[in-house]
Nanobody, 124 residues
Framework: QVQLVESGGGLVQAGGSLRLACAASKRTFSIATIAWFRQAPGKEREFVAA????????VYADSVAGRFTISRDNAKSTVFLQMNSLKAEETAVYYC?????????????????WGQGTQVTVSS
């Protein structure tokens, strides 16, 4: 069974930065992708970014492109999400998710394994 553990959430002022991490318990994946989603209070969960673990380019939601950067540490099966210039409306629970296979889809249903989430609060 794959377990995903998120860390790095917290409280930050608008315009500030946070770095989230997602560590996967199963260290060996032939081909897999990790994505970040977020869910704000009263809203549906939405895609943020995704990156293939082995090789391939990252994919970003339009709303975060240019401010957020997703990166990987293959040796540790860990993915990071560097979030800069945060906005108050980006307050949400951030989840990481993993799928085995190629590509970096944006749909939630494409991802089989999910973490518990980490709270990010951006104060205005």
């Amino acid at each position: 069974q794959v377990q995903l553990v998120e860390s790095g959430g917290g409280l930050v002022q608008a315009g500030g930065s946070l770095r989230l991490a997602c560590a996967a318990s199963k260290r060996t994946f032939s081909i897999a992708t990790i994505a970040w989603f977020r869910q704000a209070p009263g809203k549906e969960r939405e895609f943020v970014a995704a990156i293939p673990l082995n090789r391939g380019t990252a994919v970003y939601a339009d709303s975060v492109a240019g401010r957020f950067t997703i990166s990987r540490d293959n040796a540790k099966s860990t993915v990071f999400l560097q979030m800069n210039s945060l906005k108050a409306e980006e307050t949400a629970v951030y989840y990481c998710a993993l799928r085995e296979g190629t590509g970096a889809p944006t749909a939630q249903l494409a991802y089989r394994y999910w973490g518990q989430g980490t709270q990010v609060t951006v104060s205005s």
